[in-house]
């Protein structure tokens, strides 16, 4: 009869558990800062209208909430009060955050699945 024994020492597995929400929360963190640099430089580079006072480009921003344990925001906004007029008139001619929420959503995806996809890797 054959007889088969495995022994398993689970301390590295306790250790990463134990760190590993917080580890993926800091890891979402910093891609989200990085995804807020790009999406502001994205949205002034990409924003289709002439500047009359360059207001409106200079005023494009994207920023990171953390909405609390886990959750997080990236908002795409304009420092200018005429901004939801540049989304909506003549049907969104001169808009640029909305389009560029698939453009912007796209990538952080894809970021977001390269942080699962290490996270995967550093448990087995």
Do not use: C, Q
């Not at 495995?6 to 590295?12: A, L, N, R, S, V």
């Not at 540049?86 to 977001?112: H, N, Q």
């Amino acid at each position: 009869m054959a007889r088969a024994r495995i022994t398993f020492d689970d301390k590295g597995l306790r250790r990463n558990l134990a760190t590993f929400d917080r580890d993926l929360s800091n890891r979402i963190g910093h891609v989200l800062e990085a995804e807020s640099a790009y999406a502001t430089a994205y949205l002034k580079e990409h924003a289709p209208w002439n500047d009359n006072t360059g207001a409106a480009r200079a005023g494009l921003s994207a920023t990171v909430g953390e909405l609390g344990p886990g959750s997080y925001e990236l908002l795409l906004s304009y420092s200018v009060t005429y901004g939801v007029w540049l989304e909506t008139k003549e049907s969104g001619r001169y808009a640029v955050i909305t389009p560029a929420m698939r453009v912007l959503g796209d990538k952080l995806l894809s970021d977001l699945s390269g942080i699962i996809n290490h996270m995967r890797s550093r448990t087995t």
